[in-house]
């Protein structure tokens, strides 16, 4: 079984900048397709970016397209989400996700199998 554990998160001001972790374990990392989500108080969880096997496919949610960057590192098992110029409508907790059954995941969370608790992120005016 795959494990997901998500780091990185905290309070920062606007324009401020975070980068988050999401170490993977219990099976081979470079067969899954990975993605970040997120969701704040009442609303839904909604798609922030997403990255393929071999990191040749990223794709970002319009919000966030310019300021967010996904990377990953095969050899450590770890993706990561690197945010700049954030916003108060950054806040949320942010979630990693992985699917082994596509090269690329795709923006909708149902597609995505594996799933980390989170990682809260809190952007000040």
């Known amino acids: 079984q795959v494990q997901l554990v998500e780091s990185g998160g905290g309070l920062v001001q606007a324009g401020g900048s975070l980068r988050l972790s999401c170490a993977v374990s219990g099976r081979t990392f470079s067969t899954y397709a990975m993605g970040w989500f997120r969701q704040a108080p009442g609303k839904e969880r909604e798609f922030v970016a997403a990255?393929?096997?071999?990191?040749?496919?990223?794709g970002y949610a319009d919000p966030v397209k310019g300021r967010f960057t996904i990377s990953r590192d095969n050899a450590k098992n770890t993706v990561y989400l690197q945010m700049n110029s954030l916003k108060p409508e950054d806040t949320a907790v942010y979630y990693c996700?992985?699917?082994?059954?596509?090269?690329?995941?795709?923006?909708?969370?149902?597609?995505?199998?594996?799933w980390g608790l989170g990682t809260q992120v809190t952007v000040s005016s």
């Open positions: 996700a992985a699917r082994s059954d596509a090269d690329y995941g795709g923006s909708d969370y149902r597609n995505y199998a594996n």
């Open positions: 990255i393929s096997r071999s990191s040749v496919n990223t």
